[in-house]
């Protein structure tokens, strides 16, 4: 099987529980920005008599399209959340990269919020606060929130099942992804 970019990051014995890009939704402004200029761009081409306006007309379609279409598109897809059994991994960047892995062991509080419309599309912010420097994480647009919540608490609360500490429902284990 193959590795995937994870995979490559992981210590030995470390698993992978969840890893996500942030949410889809972050994708449709910049498609609809891209569906309306390209149009529009068309339109007034098609429109102008003279080339050296129809080039200034491509030009600034380029630009709109480099900056609000690529480069939202590019950051998205370079940001990364990766939950493994041990620590949280957090890699953004298009032409510099940043890091940022969060031990489990140092996260003292869970928490997630997502409005109506984040509800919809199933979406929400996942807050981590660890005991450190950093204080606070925060990860937006997390799809499947609630899910990534439940296991991130099950990781570091592996006693919510047991006898001793009963809860008024059973939670499922998290899904561990095999190597």
């Avoid at 419309?117 to 199933?122: L, P």
Wanted: aromatic share 8%.
């Amino acid at each position: 099987m193959a590795k995937t970019k994870a995979d490559k990051r992981l210590a030995d014995g470390e698993q992978v529980v969840h890893d996500l890009h942030q949410h889809w939704v972050k994708l449709v402004g910049p498609a609809v920005l891209l569906v309306l200029t390209v149009g529009l761009g068309g339109f007034l081409a098609a429109l102008a008599a003279q080339q050296w306006l129809q080039l200034v007309i491509g030009l600034a379609v380029l630009v709109v399209v480099l900056f609000w279409v690529l480069r939202p598109f590019l950051r998205w897809y370079t940001t990364t959340y990766t939950l493994t059994d041990r620590r949280l991994l957090i890699r953004s960047g298009v032409l510099s990269k940043s890091g940022h892995d969060l031990p489990l062991r140092r996260v003292t509080d869970v928490a997630f919020r997502h409005s109506l419309w984040q509800r919809m599309y199933g979406a929400g912010t996942l807050i981590l606060e660890s005991a450190g420097e950093q204080g606070q994480v925060v990860l937006t647009a997390v799809p499947s929130v609630q899910d990534v919540y439940r296991d991130l608490y099950e990781i570091l609360d592996p006693d919510t099942d047991s006898v001793d500490k009963p809860h008024p429902r059973r939670r499922r284990q998290p899904k561990i992804e095999p190597r």
